[in-house]
C-alpha cells in the first residue's frame, strides 16, 4: 500500500518547490488572469431568485467557481462539489443508475437538499434519497451556488437543508470546445460544446456529452457486482433572447438517455426537461418574471415514472437604490408511480413575498414569508429572516433563522411493500404529516488580504415530525417480510460546524482547506437518526505556471478524510432483530480519498490532461438507497481539450 505520508508530503515539497517559478503578481501582468478575478469577486447569486452581489447578500452562500471547476477537470458533476467544505457527496443504490451522486448539506438527509438546475427543481431517479447532480453535464457547469440553511421560504418544500443551484455556461461568449476522455474500466466520454452569441442580442449555447463504461468494480452489492457498465447521453440547450429594451425571453431543454447493465440485460431511462421563461420591464423600478418548466423521468427499471409541470411568476419592485420587495406565486402538479405504487397525483399552490435591504457595504437584510397549500396535506407557512454585518471592509458575519418545510411525497405516502432482497420492506403512510424546522445558521468571514480568507460556520436544526422507518411488525401479505412503515417521530436535532481557508498567491499558487463536524440525536430517545454524514477534512492545492502566454501547466493535488458516517440500510444481514431499537442504521467505515491532476495547455487552445483518483487504493463504503463497497483501485483518467473560438 502507498504510504499516506508520503504522497501528502510529496505535494507540499512540490508546491514549496515551484513557489519561486512565477511571480505572485502574475495577475497583474496577465490581464486575462485579473478579468478572471474580477468577475469572480464579483460574482452574482442567483439562488435567493434575484441577482444580488455576493459581498451583499445575506444569506450564508458558498460558490464554486468556473477557474475550481476547470482546475479539476472533472468527467462528472458529482466531483465538482466533492471537495466543498460542508458537503457530503453520497452514492450506492440497489437497482438505480450505476453512476450516482447526490448531495447532504446541513447534515441531513439528500432528500432535504433542494437541488435547482439554473433556477429549476431537478428531477431524477430514486426521488426519496435525492436527486441525482450525474443528469447534468459537467462540462456545462459555469458555477455552483450552495445556499445553507433552511430556504423553504423562498422555495417551500424540500429546501430544509438548503439549496444547491447549478448554474450552466450561457452563450455570452462566442466559443467551442471539443473533449474527449478515455479512462480506467473501459470508460470513455466525448463533448462538444458551443456558445454562440448572435448580433448581440440572441445567445445560443449547447452541450452534447456521451459517455460509455464497464463500470467500477464492486465488492457489494452481490447483484451489481459486474453489473455497474452504462451509456449515457447528456444534450443540454439553452437560448436567450433580448426581445427588447424592456423585454427578456429564454429558453432550455435537457434531455438524458441512461442505458444500464441490469442481471445480464439492459434496461433504458430517460430525462426530458424543458423550460420558458420570460422577463417584462413594467415600469423603471418594476419587472415581471414568469417561467413554465415540465419534468419528465421514465425508467423501464422498476416501472418508474416522475412528471412535474411548474409554472411560476413574481414581480420584484426596487425601492430606490436600497430596498428591493419581491411577491409572487407559483403551482406544482406532480404525477408518481412506480413498483409498489400504483400511480397517484399531487398538487400543490405557493405564494411568497420577499424584502431585501442593502445598506451599502456595511448592512443587508432579507425577509421572507411563504405560504403553501398541498393537496390532503396541511397548509404550511414558513418565515425567515437572514442578516449581513460588516463592521470592516475586512469582517462579514451573517446569520439566518428560518422555517423548513417538506410535504410528504407521493412515494413516502403511498408505497406498499418494497425490499432490496432481505426481509426489510418500506411502506408508506398516508397519514403523515408535514416535517417542519426551526434552522439558525451564523458564518463569520475574515478576509485579512486579497489572498486569503477564513470562514467559520455553524448550524443547529430543530425538526418537528421528522419521517423516519419504524418497524411495525411482519407483513400480513407475507409473514416472512418485516413491515419498515414511514412515520412521524416526535422531534430531532441536527447540528454541526465548519472551518475552511483558502489562499492564494497570484496565479500561481492556491490552497484550500476545511473541516466539517456534524452530529444528530432523537432527543425522546437519545439514539442517533437513521443517517449522518459525520465529519470531514480536506484539502486541495494547485500549482499554476504561464510562458510568454503560450504554455500554462497545472498540478491539482487533493485528499478528503472522512469519518464517523451512519445510514439507513433496506437489506439487513440474516439473522438480525427487526426489534432492535437502533433499525437497520449501519455505520460506514472510514476512508481516505487522495486525487492528483495534471494538465498542460498551449496558446490556450490544446489541452492534455491526466488524473488519478483514489491514489490510495482503498476500498470506499457507500449508503444512498443500497449499501455498496467500491473496489480499493486507482482510477486513472487521461484526455484531450480543443477550444476554438469563431
Known amino acids: 500500500m502507498i ?68 482546475t479539476l477537470n472533472p468527467t462528472t458533476t458529482g466531483e465538482i462539489v466533492e471537495y466543498a467544505t460542508g ?38 431517479e430514486h426521488i426519496h434519497t435525492g436527486q441525482n447532480l450525474e443528469f447534468i453535464p459537467a462540462d456545462s457547469v459555469d458555477r455552483i451556488e450552495i445556499v445553507r440553511g433552511a430556504a423553504s421560504a423562498q422555495y417551500g418544500s424540500d429546501a430544509i437543508g438548503g439549496i444547491v443551484n447549478v448554474i450552466t455556461t450561457s452563450g455570452r461568449k462566442k466559443e467551442g470546445s471539443i473533449k474527449l476522455t478515455a479512462g480506467s474500466y473501459g470508460t470513455y466520454d466525448g463533448s462538444l ?48 433572447i433580448d426581445a427588447s429594451d424592456s423585454t427578456r425571453m429564454f429558453a432550455w431543454v435537457n434531455w438524458v438517455s441512461n442505458t444500464m447493465d441490469w442481471r445480464g440485460a439492459t434496461t ?59 411577491a409572487g406565486a407559483d403551482y406544482e402538479w406532480n404525477s408518481f ?11 400543490t399552490v405557493g405564494a411568497f413575498v420577499q424584502d431585501d435591504w442593502i445598506s451599502g457595504d456595511t448592512f443587508s437584510l432579507m425577509a421572507a414569508l411563504r405560504f403553501d397549500h398541498v393537496q390532503d396535506i396541511a397548509d404550511a407557512i414558513t418565515p425567515k429572516i437572514s442578516a449581513m454585518f460588516a463592521p470592516a471592509a475586512w469582517l462579514r458575519c451573517r446569520a439566518s433563522i428560518g422555517r423548513g418545510f417538506h410535504a410528504p411525497s407521493l412515494m413516502e405516502l403511498y408505497e406498499e411493500g418494497y425490499g432490496h432482497g432481505g426481509t426489510a420492506y418500506r411502506f408508506g403512510n398516508p397519514d403523515l404529516k408535514p416535517e417542519y424546522s426551526i434552522t439558525y445558521t451564523a458564518g463569520i468571514e475574515v478576509e485579512p488580504s486579497e489572498a486569503l480568507e477564513f470562514v467559520i460556520y455553524g448550524f443547529y ?53 476545511g473541516y466539517t463536524y456534524s452530529d444528530n440525536e432523537d432527543p425522546d430517545s437519545g439514539r442517533q437518526l437513521p443517517y449522518s454524514p459525520g465529519s470531514a477534512a480536506s484539502g486541495k492545492i494547485t500549482l499554476s505556471h504561464a510562458w510568454a502566454n503560450r504554455f500554462d ?14 445510514a439507513w440500510n433496506w437489506q439487513p444481514a440474516a439473522g438480525s432483530d427487526p426489534t432492535n431499537p437502533n433499525g437497520l442504521t449501519t455505520p460506514l467505515n472510514d476512508y481516505t480519498k487522495l486525487d492528483a491532476g495534471l494538465s498542460f495547455t498551449y496558446l490556450r487552445t490544446y489541452q492534455a490532461f491526466i488524473k488519478a483518483e483514489n491514489l490510495l487504493g482503498e476500498e470506499i463504503e457507500n449508503l444512498d438507497d443500497a449499501y455498496t463497497i467500491l473496489d480499493g483501485e486507482p482510477v486513472i483518467t487521461g484526455g484531450i481539450v480543443y477550444t476554438f473560438p469563431f
Open 461 to 513: 436544526n430543530d425538526l418537528d415530525d421528522m419521517i423516519v422507518p419504524v418497524y411495525t411488525g411482519p407483513w400480513d401479505k407475507d409473514p416472512s417480510k418485516n413491515v419498515w412503515m414511514r412515520t412521524n417521530i416526535k422531534s430531532a436535532r441536527v447540528y454541526g460546524a465548519e472551518f475552511s481557508l483558502r489562499a492564494r498567491a497570484g496565479n500561481l499558487l492556491s490552497l484550500e482547506a
Open 337 to 347: 408511480e412506480r413498483t409498489a405504487i400504483p400511480q397517484q397525483e399531487q398538487q
Open 3 to 70: 504510504n499516506k505520508s508520503c504522497l501528502i508530503g510529496l505535494f507540499i515539497l512540490l508546491a514549496i518547490g515551484l513557489l519561486p517559478m512565477e511571480n505572485a503578481n502574475a495577475a497583474e501582468d496577465d490581464p486575462d488572469i485579473a478579468a478572471q478575478l474580477a468577475v469572480e469577486e464579483e460574482i452574482v447569486v442567483t439562488a435567493s431568485r434575484r441577482e444580488v452581489l455576493l459581498k451583499d447578500t445575506a444569506d450564508i452562500v458558498q460558490i464554486i467557481t468556473k477557474t475550481q471547476i476547470e
Open 87 to 124: 458537503v457530503a457527496v453520497e452514492t450506492g443504490t440497489g437497482s438505480g443508475l450505476p453512476q450516482r451522486s447526490i448531495v447532504s448539506v446541513n447534515g441531513l438527509p439528500a432528500n432535504y437538499t433542494l437541488v435547482l438546475l439554473d433556477g429549476v427543481p431537478l428531477v431524477t
Open 553 to 566: 501547466i497545472k498540478l491539482f493535488g487533493g485528499v478528503r478524510a472522512v469519518f464517523d458516517r451512519k
Open 193 to 240: 460544446n458551443l456558445r454562440l452569441p448572435f448580433g448581440g442580442r440572441v445567445k445560443f449555447a449547447s452541450s452534447f456529452n456521451w459517455e460509455q463504461t464497464d463500470g467500477v468494480p464492486l465488492l457489494a452489492p452481490t447483484h451489481r457486482i459486474g453489473n455497474m457498465g452504462y451509456e449515457q447521453t447528456n444534450f443540454l440547450n439553452r437560448i436567450d
Open 268 to 326: 433504458d431511462a430517460t430525462m426530458l426537461t424543458p423550460v420558458f421563461g420570460l422577463t417584462q420591464r413594467l415600469s423603471p423600478s418594476a419587472e415581471l418574471n414568469v417561467r413554465a418548466s415540465y419534468s419528465d423521468w421514465d425508467a423501464e427499471l422498476n416501472l418508474e415514472r416522475d412528471q412535474r409541470i411548474e409554472p411560476e411568476a413574481y414581480v420584484t419592485w426596487r425601492i430606490g437604490q436600497e430596498h428591493t420587495v419581491m
